[in-house]
């Protein structure tokens, strides 16, 4: 069996490129749903709103690194990981929140928010986090990461398709409220799709290696999910909005993880098998989470 991190999977030039439209009209669909009363009602109680985009992008991915100290996975495992906890919030995340009886005002805008920063912070946390693990070293250095490329890649992605999203909403409220959820179905379907023929096209390495990364993604969403919530109830928010910012942590754009894979590192296997594993796992944890809350209605508390 070949070492998982000389594993590069297979991804041509231009199927390269249609991922990348296809995560960009992704993006553009979700952009669809967004209204500006939601951004209101989350200001009112702005330091939730900080206290989520703190847990997102600035402990968990520290978490994260430290887990990676206490685990010592393979140097691709370990990137792997490192660049999830980097991603912005999953487009699934605001969904979850509402079916958990969660704020999901608040979600929805930690969601936006962790994708408009994920512009600078993604790129920021890979190159920090994994220059910090000795036995990545190696591989940082022979794929030579540049952190302003990336941000242009990101900001393409992500910014880009948000914006115009943004301003088709505010030239054309009326088709915007009629296409909504037709986009938002098709985009996400088109895109679940879209993997699974990339796992179909790569399946025999992703099978072999996939029992590598189960436990280590299993405890890795499990302590996104519990850093979100630990952190929120340290700062005495109220427990909707520890369910909102508990969810926005656990639920990455692993989408997004994988074309910066592929885009930068060349599709190396342990990253690759990671992210593509984070993507199946955290819906599966996510779902089981916001089903258990889902029965347990939020006690009315104000934030201290």
């Not at 992500?158 to 409220?177: D, E, I, N, Q």
Request: positive net charge.
């Amino acid at each position: 069996m070949t070492d998982i991190d000389l594993i590069r999977l297979n991804f041509n030039p231009g199927t390269l490129f249609l991922l990348n439209c296809v995560l960009g009209f992704v993006m553009f669909g979700v952009s669809l749903e967004l209204k500006a009363e939601d951004f209101k009602a989350a200001l009112r109680t702005p330091r939730a709103l900080v206290i989520g985009l703190l847990a997102h992008h600035v402990v968990f991915p520290a978490f994260t690194f430290g887990l990676v100290l206490l685990m010592q996975p393979r140097p691709s495992i370990a990137l792997g990981m490192i660049l999830v906890s980097s991603c912005p919030a999953g487009n699934i995340s605001n969904f979850l929140t509402y079916f958990a009886k969660g704020n999901t005002a608040l979600s929805v805008s930690i969601s936006t928010l962790s994708t408009l920063t994920a512009i600078f912070m993604t790129p920021l946390n890979i190159a920090f986090w994994g220059a910090q693990y000795a036995p990545a070293q190696a591989i940082l250095r022979q794929v030579a990461v540049n952190p302003l490329e990336m941000f242009l890649q990101v900001f393409l992605l992500l910014g880009l398709p948000l914006a115009a999203g943004l301003a088709v909403s505010r030239r054309w409220p009326g088709f915007t409220s009629r296409a909504r959820k037709p986009m938002k179905l098709f985009s996400l379907g088109f895109f679940l799709l879209f993997v699974l023929a990339t796992l179909g096209a790569n399946w025999k390495y992703f099978v072999i290696y996939v029992g590598m990364v189960v436990g280590v993604v299993f405890v890795h969403n499990a302590s996104a999910l519990a850093t979100g919530y630990g952190l929120a109830w340290a700062a005495g928010l109220p427990e909707t909005d520890r369910r909102a910012v508990s969810i926005e942590c656990g639920i990455q754009n692993s989408g997004l993880g994988l074309i910066l894979i592929f885009n930068f590192f060349n599709g190396l296997g342990g990253m690759a098998v990671v992210a593509a594993w984070w993507g199946i796992w955290h819906i599966v944890a996510g779902l089981s989470v916001a089903t258990w809350w889902s029965r347990r209605p939020p006690a009315a508390t104000v934030p201290a």
